[in-house]
C-alpha cells in the first residue's frame, strides 16, 4: 500500500515485530513503517495518514511540531494561552490541552469503534469531541475531527515530521518546532512509554536508549524528524525552540514567540504567561485527560499508578540534562557517539549535551 505523501507501507514482522509487541504491551494492533524514513507507527495510522496529509489548513492555523517528550504540551499552553487567553481568564483554560489544542494523528492509538458503539460518555476526548463536533461520527476518528472542527485560531499538534503533513504546511500557516537534548528525551520517553498504557512499555531502560538510537521507536529516527525542520528554519513561517533555551530565559523565549504569532502582548501579559505556564503551575493544575480505553478486550486506565506512585505522572520532572546520572558509561558511549555523527550532519548544537 501507498500513502499519498509517497510512503509505502510496510507491515512489520516476524522477529522484529516479535520484539516490539513484547516490550511495548499497548501496541495491540501491531506496526508499520513507512518507506524512505522508516517511520514507525502503529498499523492503525493508515487510516488517518491521507486525511492528515490532505487536511485543509487556514492561515490562522498554528501547529505545533515535535519528536515526543521535547516540551510539546508546555509549548501547547504557552501558545494557546497567548491566542486565547493573554489574561488568563479564559472559561476552557482549565481542560485539558489536548481538547483545546487537538493531537492530529492520535487516532491511530486507540481501538476502532465497532459500528454503532461510542465511547464511554465521561470520556474527556469524547465530551470534548461532542461539544465540537456536535453529531459527527467519532469512529471516523475523534480527533482528527477535533482538529477539523476546533475554534479559530486552531492550534494542532503533531509528532508527525514535515514529509507526512500537507506539502503546502508552512507556505498555508505557522509552525512552532520545539526540540529538546536527545539524552534528556530518552529518560523522558521512556518514563512515558512506561506510564501511557497505550504504549505499555515493559522492557528495560539500556533496551529503550537502544531502540532510541536504532531509530525503532515509534514516531521514527529522532534525527530525521530534527533534520526535515531544520531545513526549513529559514522559512518565515517556523519558529524553532529549543526546550533548553525556554527552561533558561522563558520570558525572552516566549516574547520571540509573540513576535512570530504576531499576539502583541503586554509586559505584564507576558510575565503572567511566564509564570502560569511554568512547570510548578502546570504541574499543579495537572489537566492530562484521564481517560479508559479497551486493550486486549479489557478496559484499562490510561496511565500507570504503580509508575506513577513511584516516578511522577505526566508532569515528570521538567528539567535539562536530567539524563545525568541515569546513563551507564556503556549507555552514555554509546549515546555520545550516535549524536556526535548526527550532529555534525546537521551543525547545530545542544546545551547540557555530551
Ligand atoms: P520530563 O519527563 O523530563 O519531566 P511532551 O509534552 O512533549 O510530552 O514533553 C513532556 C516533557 O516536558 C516532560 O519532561 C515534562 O515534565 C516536561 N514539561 C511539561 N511541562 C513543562 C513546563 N511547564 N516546564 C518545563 N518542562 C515541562
Redesign the pocket.
Known sequence: MKLQSGHEVVPLEGHEREKQLKDFQGYTNGLIRLMPGRWLFPTRFQKVADRIYNFQHKKSDVVVM?W???????TQ?IVWTMMNSPNLDHPDAKSPILARSPFIEMDMFFPELKPGELPPSEDPFYVAFKKVCGNKNPADGMHVQLAEDVADPRLIKTHLPFSLMPPALLDTCKVVYVARNPK?VI??FH??SRLVKLHDYVGTFADFAQYFVDDDLVFGPYWLHLKEAWERRTHKNLHFIFYEDL?VNPLAEIKKLDTFLNTDLTEAQLNGIVKY???KE?RARDNAPVFEFEQKGVKVEAFNGEVIKKDGG??????SG?WKGKFTPEMDDKVNHWIRKNLDNLGLEFKYGL
Open positions: 515535535t515526543p517528550k521535547c516540551g510539546t504540551t508546555w499552553e534528556d529518560v523522558s518514563h512515558h527552561k505556564t511554568s512547570f502546570m505526566f508532569f515528570r520532572k521538567g528539567e536530567d
